[in-house]
């Protein structure tokens, strides 16, 4: 699978599993050390936020899970974790599809996502993620990151309801065959660097800034409690991981929490007529969200 063993202290592929997030919690509480990864061609139990599930036909996605001590990081940077992921594996996606540098990019807070004027939502989904952690700011913290990339997915294959919101990198390549180990070594060897670096104390503010779609357009964004907001997104905060948007009263909102279910050009605030959700890449049972 890859020969990155000195990053990787366990790792094991599965044809088919519940859930490679669970695998992986479950190697921890055994005591296996950081980074471990689990590998799945199948998942039939896969969880994305909130509780929603992910199913993705077998070998349409790369589906994986990695296990972290984040000792290193603050309660409130482990946000930090699934962020490096998400720049990781978007940098090896273009290079195994071929796509031109920074076409892939981050839909706050972590989806990977092809900007597409025709897709109801703005952006159509290429893959998600999940993080999952225990016992923050303690000497037994754990933290599990799971990430579903849709590969070798052809358009015709996209389930019914999902058609137009999500995409894979074959398809946005325009058919070219996307070799999955080759994108798991790659984004192997780019998280490496960005994983020791959070150990150092030092995260990539700058390549997380570049990557967000939202900056400068148009969003609405799901609450929690199903309310929503509106604005202009006028950056990230490279420090709490917040989204920062511009109310229709000029006022700057800081949001750490929610669901962006709309990206458009920012051609002035209020101008979304439909309520149309985004659904997650992949089918997702609850309509949004995404992966392990």
């Known amino acids: 699978m890859t020969s990155n063993v000195a990053f990787v202290s ?35 139990a896969g969880r994305g936020r909130s509780g929603r599930s992910w199913v993705a036909p077998e070998g349409a996605a790369l589906l994986l899970s990695l296990g972290f001590e984040p000792t290193y990081l603050e309660p409130d940077r482990l946000w930090r974790l699934a962020a490096v992921v998400s720049l990781a594996m978007a940098d090896a996606a273009e290079e195994t599809a071929g796509l031109p540098l920074g076409m892939l990019k981050l839909k706050w807070p ?95 503010v700058s390549g997380w800034h570049d990557r967000q779609v939202t900056t400068g357009r148009s969003v609405i964004v799901e609450m929690p409690d199903g309310t929503t907001t509106t604005g202009r997104a006028v950056g990230v905060d490279g420090t ?37 959700g985004e659904q997650a890449a992949g089918r997702d049972s609850g309509g949004r969200g995404v992966t392990l």
């Open 10 to 44: 366990r790792q094991e592929r599965f044809r088919s599993v519940p859930s490679t997030n669970d695998i992986v919690r479950a190697w921890m509480t055994e005591g296996t050390p950081e980074v471990c990864l689990a590998v799945a061609g199948e998942q039939t």
């Open 110 to 204: 972590n989806d990977i996502v092809v900007v597409a004027d025709d897709a109801p939502a703005g952006v159509r989904k290429a893959a998600g993620v999940l993080g999952e952690s225990e016992g923050a700011g303690t000497p037994e913290a754990r933290a599990v990151v799971g990430i579903g990339v849709n590969a070798e997915w052809p358009r015709d294959r996209f389930p019914a309801e999902l058609a137009d919101v999500m995409t894979s990198l074959s398809e946005v390549s325009r058919g070219l065959p996307i070799d999955a180990d080759a994108l798991l070594d790659g984004f192997l060897l780019r998280l490496e660097p960005r994983v020791v670096a959070l150990r150092d104390g030092h995260f990539d």
């Open 240 to 276: 709490t991981g917040a989204l920062l948007i511009e109310d229709a009263a000029g006022r700057e909102v800081e949001l750490l929490v929610g669901e962006v279910t709309h990206v458009r050009l920012a051609t002035g605030l209020g101008v979304y007529a439909d309520t149309h």
